[in-house]
């Protein structure tokens, strides 16, 4: 599990290969990943939008944004967690994704950006 804290935000994230949705053959590799958000902070924030950097092993990349995630903006109060999980699509099987969160502080409607830890993605049979 990959960890990182960002002015009282703290981002964890887990990753699993599914084989069943994956077709190597085609270069076609399918990860799902658990991102769970912790406020350790004194005040509620929202989280605004996502902005992720995707790396495959043959050296290609990908950025994607967006507004929240998985089509929710949630608001996540002191000591709470929210949980999500998502999926990307490689054409290797190994490769990497980063990011961040833009977050609002409820308490003053200011900005922040929240690090998304460097997290690696891995076809299961390649760590035998």
């Known amino acids: 599990m990959a960890t990182t804290i960002t002015d009282g935000v703290k981002v964890s994230v887990e990753t699993v290969y599914q084989?069943?949705?994956?077709?190597?053959?085609?270069?076609?590799?399918?990860?799902?990943?658990?991102?769970?958000?912790?406020?350790m902070g004194d005040y509620a924030v929202r989280l605004l939008s996502r902005h992720w950097y995707i790396f495959d092993s043959n050296g290609a990349k990908r950025e994607v944004e967006g507004e929240g995630v998985v089509g929710m903006q949630p608001i996540i109060e002191p000591g709470n967690v929210h949980e999500y999980v998502s999926g990307c699509n490689l054409k290797t099987d190994m490769g990497s994704m980063k990011g961040e969160y833009q977050m609002e502080r409820m308490v003053d409607r200011s900005l922040f950006n929240v690090q998304i830890p460097e997290f690696y993605l891995i076809a299961s049979y390649r760590l035998n």
Not at 19 to 35: G, I, L, Q, R
């Open 19 to 39: 084989p069943e949705y994956s077709n190597p053959m085609n270069d076609h590799f399918m990860f799902a990943y658990k991102v769970t958000i912790e406020n």
